[in-house]
């Protein structure tokens, strides 16, 4: 962990959902703002799939959609991202080929670990996520309901689907075709399959009007290639591949009820979230539909249902090159904290 732009918190003798303790498990994070003397005033971020706090963070600043002026806002990496604890900085006798499965119960304690002991923050303002970070926003409304005031769940699902888990068996197939794939861990970096998984993932997240309507080209590409190189390409690229299947397995196995608490009544988890809510799917995501955001937003006794009318697909939750949804996202966020 040589990045020094953030700060890490350990766990010792961390023993996850699935039964594996772990000698000692990480949690890299990063804060911005300052904590009110009365702790009043956390945002909790999680981080999304194969992004790490510096992808997501542009977002946060004064006057922004999380305002660093007034909220004390902390981004927890989630186990898998290659911050915190993951396969590609496992201590034997794990490692790449022999990684644990980690789930969003897992991250979730470590989060609510990492707010008490270091910062004495028993009660989380807002969580806030888009994705993967949306649904460790529900755990924390479904797990520990009486920690979290509100909870703004971008794009996200409180259990995945079984069509979000055929997109994800169709990604983790591309992505292991690659020649360098041993059955349990990869021989090399696997270029050829992470150039695949990028394409195929660029034809889900983005919707058939973002492509006729040529949106890239205002994004800052010359062309649809440049833009399947220089974004989808590159993005996956830089990551570990084992942190990246390790990831899909959490995102898969995603589902509030799946513990102790609930034993599978996902009806009862999603009843018992009672922070204030506002659920935000896009109108043209085609993995989190809104069709699923609003079966599951029915079921929770205080929440909204408010879909983003945007044709930016998936990425309409992470408006980095789009103002319109962006200020959805901050309409909501104002909304909520108000």
Not at 136 to 160: M, N, Y
Not at 210 to 219: D, S
Not at 229 to 257: C, G, K, P, Y
Not at 280 to 297: K, V
Request: proline residues 6%; glycine residues 6%.
């Amino acid at each position: 962990m040589s990045d020094k732009d953030h700060e890490v918190f350990a766990l010792p003798d961390f023993t996850l959902q699935r039964g594996i303790t772990l000698p000692r498990a990480e949690i890299a994070y990063r804060t911005y703002g300052r904590l009110a003397a009365d702790r009043s005033n956390v945002i909790l971020y999680p981080t999304s799939y194969g992004a790490q706090h510096s992808d997501i963070d542009w977002l946060i600043g004064p006057g922004r959609i999380l305002d660093s002026a007034d909220w004390f806002i902390v981004i927890p990496n989630m186990f898998t991202n290659g911050l915190s604890t993951s396969p590609s900085n496992l201590a034997p006798p794990f490692g790449p080929d022999r990684s644990p499965a980690f789930t969003h119960w897992d991250n979730v304690h470590a989060q609510r670990r990492l707010l008490a002991e270091a910062f004495g923050i028993e009660k989380v303002a807002l969580a806030y996520g888009w994705s993967m970070g949306a649904q460790q926003a529900l755990h924390w409304g479904a797990i520990f309901p009486d920690r979290v005031e509100r909870i703004c769940a971008v794009c996200g699902s409180a259990k995945t689907s079984l069509h979000n888990q055929v997109f994800l068996q169709g990604v983790r197939a591309t992505l292991t075709a690659d020649p360098a794939w041993r059955g349990d861990h990869f021989a090399a970096h696997p270029v050829r399959g992470l150039r695949a998984m990028g394409r195929v993932y660029a034809g889900w997240a983005l919707s058939q009007a973002f492509y006729r309507e040529r949106l890239y080209e205002g994004a800052g590409y010359s062309s649809l290639e440049d833009f399947l190189v220089r974004n989808w390409e590159a993005n996956f690229l830089r990551r570990d591949a084992h942190d990246l299947l390790a990831s899909l397995d959490t995102w898969m196995q995603s589902d509030i009820s799946d513990n102790p608490l609930y034993a599978g009544d996902l009806d009862r988890a999603l009843a018992s979230i009672r922070a204030r809510s506002i659920i935000m799917p896009s109108l043209t995501d085609l993995y989190f539909t809104p069709e699923d955001s609003e079966a599951e937003t029915a079921r929770m006794p205080n929440a909204e249902f408010r879909p983003i009318d945007s044709i930016w697909g998936h990425r309409a939750g992470n408006p980095l090159f789009n103002s319109e949804d962006e200020e959805s996202l901050r309409r909501a966020v104002r909304d909520l904290l108000s």
